[in-house]
C-alpha cells in the first residue's frame, strides 16, 4: 500500500488518450465505499469526457499555483470529475464537507491509478463559469474539479530542505514534490 501511495501524485500534463464514460464511472463507484461524515453522503458527481466540453473547461484551470506554469492546449486532460453539493448545505457543514471530499478525490485517484491514469485535485478554476458550461441543475453548487487523463509528465518526491515544500518543475516536464520528513511533522510521541 505505502509504494501505491507513493505513486499516487498530481500530474499536471497528460496524453490524448481518451478516458471513457465507463472508466470515469468506475472511478466515481468508488466513492460509494469512501467514508462520510455522519454517512450523509451529500457529495455529486459530474463525469465528462465529451472532448469539446474538456477543451471549453482547460482555460478556466489553474493547474499549479505555487509556480507560474500552466500545462499547454495539447498537454490537456481528457476528462473532468467536478465534485459538487446541494447549495444550501442542509443539516451539514461546509467543513464536513470538504472532508467528504478528501476522502472522495482520494480513492478516485488510487482508482484511476490502478486504470493506468492520473489526475490533480484542482481548487483553482472559474467556478462559476464550469457550472454553467456543464449545466449544473439549480441548487447544486460545485467544489472541486478533478482533472484527468494518461499521465506525460513525470512527479517525484523529493526531501523537503529547511521546512521549504514549494514544488518546482523543469524544462523536461518533471515535477518535484518536496516532503517533509517523519521527523517533521510527528509532533509528540507519548
Same mark, same amino acid.
Given at each position: 500500500?505505502?509504494?501505491? &501511495?507513493?505513486?499516487?501524485?498530481?500530474?499536471?500534463? !497528460?496524453?490524448?488518450?481518451?478516458?471513457?464514460?465507463?472508466?470515469?464511472?468506475?472511478? %466515481?463507484?468508488?466513492?460509494?465505499?469512501?467514508?462520510?461524515?455522519?454517512?450523509?453522503?451529500?457529495?455529486?458527481?459530474? &463525469?465528462?469526457?465529451?472532448?469539446?466540453?474538456?477543451?471549453?473547461?482547460? =482555460?478556466?484551470?489553474? !493547474?499549479?499555483?505555487?509556480? =507560474?506554469?500552466?500545462? +499547454?492546449?495539447?498537454?490537456?486532460?481528457?476528462?473532468?470529475?467536478?465534485?459538487?453539493?446541494?447549495?444550501? &448545505? %442542509?443539516? !451539514?457543514?461546509?467543513?464536513? &464537507?470538504?472532508?467528504?471530499?478528501?476522502?472522495?478525490?482520494?480513492?478516485?485517484?488510487?482508482?484511476?491509478?490502478?486504470?493506468?491514469?492520473?489526475?490533480?485535485?484542482?481548487?483553482?478554476?472559474?467556478?462559476?463559469?464550469?457550472?454553467?458550461?456543464?449545466?449544473? =441543475?439549480?441548487?447544486? %453548487?460545485?467544489?472541486?474539479?478533478? +482533472?484527468?487523463?494518461? =499521465?506525460?509528465?513525470?512527479?517525484?518526491?523529493?526531501?523537503?530542505?529547511?521546512?521549504? +515544500? +514549494?514544488?518546482?518543475?523543469?524544462?523536461?516536464?518533471?515535477? !518535484?514534490?518536496?516532503?517533509?520528513?517523519?521527523?517533521?511533522?510527528?509532533?509528540?510521541?507519548?
Amino acid at each position: 500500500m505505502m509504494e501505491t &501511495l507513493k505513486k499516487i501524485r498530481s500530474h499536471r500534463s !497528460f496524453t490524448k488518450k481518451k478516458i471513457s464514460m465507463e472508466e470515469l464511472e468506475e472511478m %466515481v463507484e468508488s466513492t460509494r465505499y469512501a467514508s462520510s461524515t455522519r454517512n450523509a453522503q451529500k457529495l455529486r458527481y459530474v &463525469l465528462i469526457n465529451d472532448e469539446e466540453l474538456c477543451k471549453k473547461i482547460f =482555460p478556466l484551470v489553474k !493547474f499549479a499555483g505555487a509556480i =507560474p506554469w500552466n500545462p +499547454t492546449i495539447e498537454e490537456a486532460p481528457t476528462a473532468y470529475i467536478l465534485m459538487c453539493s446541494e447549495n444550501p &448545505l %442542509v443539516n !451539514f457543514t461546509e467543513r464536513s &464537507l470538504y472532508f467528504d471530499m478528501g476522502i472522495a478525490s482520494q480513492n478516485i485517484m488510487l482508482v484511476a491509478n490502478e486504470m493506468g491514469y492520473a489526475g490533480c485535485i484542482i481548487g483553482s478554476y472559474n467556478k462559476p463559469e464550469v457550472d454553467k458550461l456543464v449545466g449544473l =441543475p439549480e441548487g447544486y %453548487v460545485s467544489h472541486t474539479l478533478l +482533472t484527468l487523463g494518461e =499521465p506525460k509528465d513525470t512527479v517525484t518526491i523529493t526531501e523537503a530542505i529547511d521546512g521549504n +515544500t +514549494t514544488y518546482s518543475r523543469d524544462d523536461n516536464n518533471h515535477h !518535484f514534490v518536496p516532503k517533509l520528513s517523519l521527523k517533521d511533522i510527528s509532533l509528540l510521541k507519548k
